[in-house]
């Protein structure tokens, strides 16, 4: 993979991002106690004290039920941790491919991160599996209404003159495609502020994310190393390497 030269800007998307609060979150709850055709609870995000997490924690890792991964997925989300939950939610899904409470709580997760393609995608589905599902209704509504945000956003940058296209405006702009899934359209911006700063690890990290993203993980662990030998202390990159080899890993099992 060609760099025109390096990256900048203070993007530093992190593998597991933590957002800033949000309005209102639709959760359904399932536990072990409810029947398998029972109508699950419906909880507000709240915070969870950290003693509940570390048992939901250690319920799934002992024992990796539907239930005890969606459960533990939900305390993360409530604990503003969305990123914690997408994998343990992808393992739930594999359990039980039916269910429209997983694919809604995936959706609320992504929403959460600002990944709002993706959480109309997952709402999307939990929808085609139960139509009558208002809580993935409301959170498809609202996973929708960010991402036109964003489109207005970027309909707005596109105005933005050739001369006044700074690092702080590529940056900007490249994250405004990451948050609607158009990762080779990301790449392209942040690409561009090669041509206006030579060293930055923050951006490197973001067009590594990218690559994650699009399951080009080699390409990805090469653009966090080179943003450590850039910045050895930047966790962000230490993160998401870590992440990197983890999905490396598990693709060569």
């Known amino acids: 993979m060609e760099l025109k030269k390096a ?5 530093g998307i992190a593998a597991l991002v933590v957002l800033l609060l949000f309005p209102l979150i639709y959760l359904f709850y399932k536990t072990k106690d ?11 995000a709240v915070q969870s004290p950290a003693t509940d997490l570390a048992s939901l924690e250690k319920a799934a890792a002992e024992k990796p039920t539907f239930d005890n991964l969606v459960n533990l997925s939900m305390a993360y989300i409530n604990n503003k941790m969305p990123g914690k939950s997408i994998e343990h939610l992808n393992r739930a899904i594999e359990l ?3 269910s429209a409470i997983a694919y809604n709580n995936l959706g609320v997760a992504y929403t959460m991160m600002q990944q709002y393609q993706n959480g109309v995608d997952a709402c999307t589905k939990a929808l085609q ?4 599902f208002q809580l993935a209704k409301n959170n498809l509504k609202w996973a929708s209404d960010e991402k036109n945000k964003v489109l207005s956003a970027i309909k707005a940058q596109e105005q933005v003159p050739q001369h006044k296209r700074d690092v702080a405006f590529w940056s900007e702009y490249g994250l405004n495609y ?8 990301s790449i392209e911006a942040w690409n561009k502020i090669f041509e206006l700063d030579v060293k930055n690890a923050g951006a490197l990290n973001s067009i590594g994310t990218a690559f994650m993203m699009k399951k080009q993980v080699d390409d990805a662990i090469a653009l966090y190393k080179k943003a450590l030998e850039l910045e050895p202390g930047n966790q962000l990159a230490k993160n998401n390497l870590v992440w ?3 999905e490396k890993e598990k693709g060569q099992k």
């Not at 990256?7 to 993007?11: E, M, R, S, V």
């Not at 409810?34 to 419906?42: D, K, R, S, W, Y």
């Not at 599996?129 to 009558?132: A, E, G, I």
């Open 96 to 98: 039980n491919p039916a």
């Open 7 to 11: 990256l900048a800007g203070k993007i």
């Open 244 to 246: 990197a080899l983890s």
């Open 129 to 132: 599996l139960d139509s009558t």
């Open 178 to 185: 990451f948050k609607i899934a158009e990762y080779d359209k």
């Open 34 to 44: 409810l029947p398998e055709n029972a109508i699950p609870v419906e909880a507000a």
